[in-house]
């Protein structure tokens, strides 16, 4: 028997013990790209929130420093900006963009590819793709030397679903309490 609460991001389970193994449960479950603990380790939920907020806080920093330069960057829209300077700033773009989409986008990213596996795809799939499309496509841009790069739309991307994920379990950690 299965029990799903959302609210809580939990899943109960009554099994039969005699015809099928926790572990295979635990094995199935991580397959989907989830991952499961038993109730009673709390302090792993406590160290899984601790993580995500310290992805959410190095994302934040990093993507607005990123915007910073981008804004920089953009003025070559609107005046003549020699390719020197274009290099210039899209370096250090592309080494912000590429911590934030792969160390802060990291779950987002893993739980997409356990979605490709499985079939079963989820919102985590629609955002892995849109973050690593961008990223890709500047990155090819970037080494064309042109202006048009969107290291900061995947960026901006990936923190803002962290900023949501993060908005969302404080709330449901406040109305669960």
């Known amino acids: 028997e299965v029990?799903?609460?959302f609210l809580s991001d939990?899943?109960?389970?009554?099994?039969?013990p005699h015809r099928l193994n926790?572990?295979?449960i635990f094995k199935k479950v991580s397959s989907l790209g989830y991952r499961p603990f038993r109730i009673e380790d709390e302090s792993i939920r406590r160290e899984e929130k601790r993580r995500h907020l310290i992805r959410l806080g190095i994302s934040s920093l990093l993507t607005a420093n990123l915007m910073m330069i981008s804004l920089a960057l953009y003025a070559g829209f609107f005046y003549e900006v020699g390719q020197d300077t274009i290099q210039y700033l899209s370096y250090p773009i592309a080494l912000l963009s590429t911590v934030v989409v792969f160390y802060g986008g990291f779950?987002?990213?893993k739980q997409a590819?356990?979605?490709f596996r499985s079939g079963v795809f989820t919102m985590d799939t629609l955002i892995a793709v849109g973050?690593?499309?961008a990223y890709a496509y500047s990155f090819v841009q970037l080494m064309q030397g042109s202006i048009h790069l969107y290291f900061d739309t995947a960026s901006m991307l990936i923190t803002l679903v962290l900023l949501g994920r993060h908005i969302e379990r404080h709330s449901r950690d406040k109305v669960s309490q």
Do not use: N
Request: hydrophobic share 35%.
């Open 113 to 115: 590819g356990s979605t």
């Open 3 to 5: 029990k799903v609460h």
């Open 22 to 24: 926790p572990r295979d």
């Open 10 to 16: 939990l899943v109960q389970l009554k099994y039969l």
């Open 107 to 109: 779950p987002i990213i």
């Open 131 to 133: 973050s690593l499309s």
